[in-house]
Nanobody
Framework: QVQLVESGGGLVQAGGSLRLSCAAS????????MGWYRQAPGNERELVAG??????????DYADSVKGRFTISGDNAKNTVYLQMNNLKSEDTAVYYC???????????????WGQGTLVTVSS
């Protein structure tokens, strides 16, 4: 069974920075992609940033609203993904969820796993 443990949320003033971490635990799985989503009150969950490993390189993608401010990175050895958030704005306030897409078992069964969420509050 794969579990995700998130950390790093909190309260920060506008213009400040936070770093979120998400570690995947378990065994017998191969990660295809990891990402961060967020959900603000009254809004649908949206993709913030995603990362896919491609050999020694990785491919990243960002929501337009965070490009140039947020950076996603991964540590394959630790099965951990990070989200560095700079120049935070009040509209970044939301619960941030880590997501993992992987395969497991001899039949490559697909896994879609979510973390419990971590609250980021940006005060103006």
């Amino acid at each position: 069974q794969v579990q995700l443990v998130e950390s790093g949320g909190g309260l920060v003033q506008a213009g400040g920075s936070l770093r979120l971490s998400c570690a995947a635990s378990g065994s017998g799985f191969s990660i295809n992609a990891m990402g961060w989503y967020r959900q603000a009150p009254g809004n649908e969950r949206e993709l913030v940033a995603g990362i896919v490993s491609a050999g020694s390189d990785s491919v990243t993608d960002y929501a337009d609203s965070v490009k140039g401010r947020f950076t996603i990175s991964g540590d394959n050895a630790k099965n951990t993904v990070y989200l560095q958030m700079n120049n935070l704005k009040s509209e970044d306030t939301a619960v941030y969820y880590c997501n993992l897409k992987a395969v497991t078992g001899p039949g490559n069964r697909f896994l879609d796993v979510w973390g419990q969420g971590t609250l980021v509050t940006v005060s103006s």
